[in-house]
């Protein structure tokens, strides 16, 4: 009994002491107990080294969990830094114009006057620039935070493709645009009509903005039965904006979608800063529709976007619409 | 005697006319161009004695572009200011790196850019 209680005193638990046959005095108890004692002190043992590792996996679980959160929240401070320069940088050049030509004007008194009025047009343009560049920061940022407030009613689609065509007709006309349409079906969504007419203005003037003079817009409106490159089915309604303009570069077509990314060399040759695509992308999105970019063999490039087509009945005049129009 | 030769580039259409216009009114002959590529092919051919150059450029920034330059044997000693909208320590001490004479940020002053261009050039 003395080796065994200097065996579990080292720590080893597991031995016993051999009861030896019919022990039945103070001392068979005595064995008995001891070796009581013993298996309870082991099997606490064992439990305690269970309740241990579990312990550490929980500690590695938490730990590798906080790790992550640390990762993500460097990454959005870092994204959020590189935010706040790309802002910084697209406010400061509209700014610098401003600034550069009302001082050259306030110090040149003999200007010539087309100089002059061409200045003057500049601080104009540039100033309206930083104006929209503000309006689409904070339209951009109430969206992603979910602070938009949106309004849906049912109506059909077409009207507001109709709504878009006719803001964009004096600057379409000043090109020599022709613009045409496809929508021979009425086709009832449930949507922000202000909204999606936004996303059609955005693809629209990209379009004018890139075409050539005399150039080719089409609108095309089809009722499908897949959302697009994601081909959730159901009942949607697919918008294509085709034109014969340039194409887009195939290093431009992966971030074209992202903020502030304005293609790698068209940037300052075309007015825009850049957040069109992603406030369009943003509202589509919410419409649970897809956006997404086609780049036919042919030429030119077409912009998709899908819209769930609105199931229950609405009246509709459902007339026929296939027409042409060149804005006068 | 022959008016001295500035080279100015930036791809921001305005303000590469701006900054021309303020070179221009000041007597001096002025090339302009909208990218880090073309700026250096007439670097080499035109041999300006003052580059005003942007960093933010698509295709070749302006600080590989003032690199280039101060390793050509005949377009290094052309002083080179840069003028751009990145204001942080860090980026001026880039394009210092990169062999910039002069670090100037947008918005700038056409007064004071013009009296750079002088302390320069006269």
Redesign the interface.
């Given at each position: 009994m003395g080796k065994v209680a200097n065996q579990i005193a080292g720590g080893n638990l597991s031995d016993r002491v051999l009861q030896c046959g019919g022990l039945s005095d103070e001392l068979g108890e005595l064995v008995c107990n001891f070796n009581r004692m013993a298996s309870r002190l082991e099997a606490n043992r064992d439990e305690m080294n269970v309740l241990h590792s579990r312990l550490e996996d929980k500690v590695r679980e938490r730990t590798s969990a906080l790790e992550i959160a640390n990762r993500k929240l460097r990454e959005s401070d870092r994204q959020k830094s590189e935010f706040l320069a790309t802002i910084s940088h697209e406010l400061r050049t509209p700014l610098t114009s401003i600034t550069a030509y009302a001082e050259i004007l306030v110090d040149s008194g003999s200007i010539e006057p087309e100089k002059r009025a061409r200045f003057l047009s500049i601080i104009n343009t540039e100033a309206a620039r930083m104006s929209r560049l503000i309006t689409d920061l904070l339209s951009l940022e109430r969206i992603e935070n979910g602070m938009a407030r949106w309004q849906a009613s049912a109506f059909d689609l077409r009207e507001v493709v109709k709504a878009a065509a006719a803001v964009l007709g004096p600057a379409l006309a000043e090109k020599r645009m022709h613009l045409s349409f496809t929508m021979l079906e009425a086709q009832p969504v449930l949507a922000d009509a202000d909204r999606i007419q936004e996303v059609l203005t955005n693809l629209l003037g990209n379009a004018l903005k890139f075409c050539r003079p005399n150039g080719h817009i089409g609108i095309a409106l089809q009722h499908v039965s897949a959302s697009g490159p994601r081909n959730a089915s159901g009942d949607y309604v697919r918008i294509e904006v085709i034109d014969d303009g340039p194409g887009i570069p195939p290093e431009d077509r992966d971030q074209i979608f992202e903020k502030f990314y304005q293609g790698a060399n068209t940037r300052g040759r075309h007015s825009g800063v850049g957040l069109g695509l992603a406030i369009s992308r943003e509202i589509i999105l919410h419409h649970k529709g897809e956006i997404w970019l086609e780049l036919p063999q042919t030429g030119g490039t077409v912009f998709c976007f899908t819209l769930p087509r609105h199931s229950t009945a609405i009246e509709f005049q459902s007339k026929v619409l296939e027409e042409s129009y060149t804005p006068a | 005697m022959k008016a001295k030769k500035i080279l100015v580039c930036d791809?921001?259409?305005?303000?590469l006319?701006?900054?021309g216009?303020?070179a221009h009114?000041e007597g001096f002959e002025v090339i302009t161009s909208?990218n880090g590529e073309e700026v250096l092919q007439i670097a080499h051919r035109e041999l300006p004695d003052l580059i005003i150059l942007d960093i933010?450029m698509?295709?070749k920034d302006g600080n590989t572009v003032c690199r280039e330059l101060k390793s050509a044997a005949d377009t290094k000693k052309i002083y080179v200011i840069v003028l751009t909208?990145?204001?942080?320590e860090c980026d001026m001490h880039e394009s210092y790196l990169s062999g910039a004479d002069e670090y100037l940020t947008?918005?700038?002053?056409?007064?004071h850019l013009r009296s750079r261009i002088h302390a320069v050039l006269d």
């Open positions: - | 791809d921001e259409p305005y303000i006319e701006s900054v216009h303020v009114t909208d933010s698509p295709r909208a990145l204001g942080r947008k918005p700038f002053s056409p007064r």
